[in-house]
């Protein structure tokens, strides 16, 4: 076997890989949208109280948030590949016990495991495509695919939720994870290789580990409380004061052992820090289209979830087309900067356009347009964002910087989706209060979230504008060490 025919074994397994990891996320991002649209069924089923109702969905995001730190870092210290298959099992499992639920207490106790399952998956994605390729124009087509189908997986959860609700009923949205999940161990116990690990001889931050979970748990479940409990309350401000006080403790904790779970000096890196920052301002515009976007279409302009979810599909093949080469063509041309610029300036403007858009305007062609800009800005940011935030990472340390960045998106988007609601809801109010319609009080107030959200993405605009730098020295340094060296 020559050298050249090796590597080409390696690439060929990498991208197997690629879509092995890439099938799992599918089932984690599923998972979030399609449950949404089976609440209704759900409550009748079950007898859910409206209150009760949201723990359903709250369950899985108070674990979905908290976990990722933790298990990033633990895909470090064990093996990326051993973390990400636990992950995925423990979440088919989850959805299994979902799906034969016939009690509110083991529906909310599944969800909750389930959870912990997607948060220990999806943490260590990235560094698995970091690690698998390390070339920096393979690793822009890697991510390109990687985030068609975070992006992607969402709408399709929406029509699959309407189709599976209204043909079968809502125990089936879970068990479609059943075959996805058992595939997804499966290949990946085939073609995932396991890189060396960090190892844990020097023992693992338990107790690190144990106050950041649970600082970020009390967060997440502040926040989700927010709709019911409101910001300036009691409540909410002693879960979160609670939260703020284990975190202090975790970082002195970090900054004084000799083997923390998050290396402070991770933040010294100028380009993951702000590349966090960045995904957790644009993802709040994101979320504020997925979220109130498909409020909108259901209770303003009276379509069904199915059509709902066909609403949708322009952004997403938009997405599906840049991913199948431009964007990784133009970070290779132009460097990731550039690229992320021009993508989070039409990200604002199609949120624009929503904001804007009248409440009578038809689907065609304002509405359509809208979903074409979002999907064009949406597909042109995420690649060269994360290709600035992992460039100089090292690779030990890529299963911590994976769980950052996605710690960073969650929390981004719980925290800005709650006062985005709040906001939303207070202008509604007002409207009523003002004689409005209903109808016209809440689109009134949709239009202030798709507003604000064009205004959190012009803060991560302005952040690329002035923090972020394209990662130049460290592609040149890649593609040298690809080069094949002299015999």
Not at 171 to 191: D, Q
Request: proline share 4%.
């Amino acid at each position: 076997m020559t050298a050249l025919a090796s590597a080409t074994n390696v690439s060929r397994r990498a991208w197997i890989a690629l879509a092995v990891v890439c099938l799992g996320q599918f089932m984690v991002v599923l998972d979030s949208s399609i449950v949404n649209v089976a609440l209704e069924d759900i409550q009748a089923d079950l007898h859910f109280t409206p209150a009760a109702l949201t723990w359903v969905v709250n369950a899985y995001l108070v674990t979905f948030g908290s976990f990722m730190l933790v298990a990033g870092r633990l895909g470090d210290l064990v093996g990326r590949r051993r973390v990400f298959l636990w992950g995925v099992t423990l979440f088919t499992l989850a959805s299994a016990a979902c799906g034969f639920a016939d009690s509110q207490g083991l529906l909310i106790a599944a969800r909750f495991v389930q959870g912990i399952g997607g948060a220990v998956a999806f943490s260590v994605t990235i560094a698995l495509i970091v690690s698998e390729f390390p070339n920096p124009a393979d690793r822009a087509k890697a991510m390109s695919a990687y985030m068609f189908v975070a992006v992607g997986g969402g709408s399709v959860g929406l029509l699959l939720g309407g189709l599976i609700t209204e043909s079968v009923d809502w125990h089936w949205i879970f068990f479609i994870n059943l075959p996805i999940g058992v595939a997804t161990i499966l290949l990946g116990r085939a073609f995932i290789d396991e890189r060396e690990a960090i190892g844990t001889d020097g023992g693992v931050d338990w107790l690190g580990a144990l106050l950041v979970t649970v600082s970020l748990m009390l967060a997440v479940y502040a926040i989700v409380g927010t709709a019911k409990h409101g910001w300036g309350s009691a409540y909410t401000l002693g879960w979160l004061g609670g939260a703020l006080v284990l975190m202090a403790a975790f970082l002195t904790l970090e900054a004084r052992i000799a083997n923390p779970i998050l290396p402070l000096g991770l933040f010294r890196i100028r380009g993951l820090a702000a590349a966090a920052a960045v995904r957790a301002f644009v993802f709040t515009g994101m979320f504020a289209v997925f979220f109130f976007g498909a409020l909108e279409m259901e209770q303003i302009r009276g379509l069904s979830p199915l059509a709902t979810g066909v609403a949708f599909l322009p952004m997403t093949l938009t997405v599906a087309a840049l991913s199948l080469g431009p964007v990784a063509r133009m970070v290779g041309r132009f460097g990731p900067r550039p690229v992320l610029i021009a993508g989070i300036s039409t990200l604002i403007a199609g949120l624009t356009l929503f904001a804007t858009a009248p409440s009578d305007v038809p689907y065609a062609p304002l509405l359509l347009i809208a979903f074409v800009v979002m999907g064009l800005g949406g597909g042109s940011t995420f690649v060269p964002l994360l290709t600035i935030a992992m460039a100089d990472v090292p690779p030990r340390d890529a299963g911590i910087a994976s769980g950052i960045m996605n710690v960073s998106m969650q929390l981004g988007a719980a925290l800005g989706l709650a006062l985005l609601g709040a906001l939303a809801e207070h202008r509604t109010a007002a409207r009523l209060a003002d004689g409005a319609s209903h109808a016209a009080a809440q689109m009134s107030g949709y239009h202030l979230a798709f507003a604000l959200g064009a205004g959190t993405a012009v803060v991560g605009l302005l952040l690329t504008l002035l923090v972020l730098r394209s990662p130049r020295p460290q592609v040149e340094q890649v593609r040298g060490e690809a080069e094949p060296q002299p015999a």
